[in-house]
């Protein structure tokens, strides 16, 4: 009989800071990958545009 080794993920979110920047480190198959994190500011300003994206306040804009 085959003995099953359950995967258990680990929650450990790592962040560092460089040159003012935050980066999130994710271990990948035992490579490390830093992705950039967003400030809330930037969250905010993305959201505003999304949602006047979706509103089609701006003429010019072709929704699907």
Known sequence: MLK???FKSE???VLVVKN???YRVL?????KIEVRVKSP????KDKKAFEKYLNGSD???VLP
């Open 4 to 6: 099953i080794n359950k």
């Open 20 to 22: 003012g920047v935050t």
């Open 41 to 44: 500011k930037e969250l905010k």
């Open 11 to 13: 929650n450990k979110e």
């Open 27 to 31: 271990d990948l198959g035992g490579s």
């Open 59 to 61: 003429g010019n804009i």
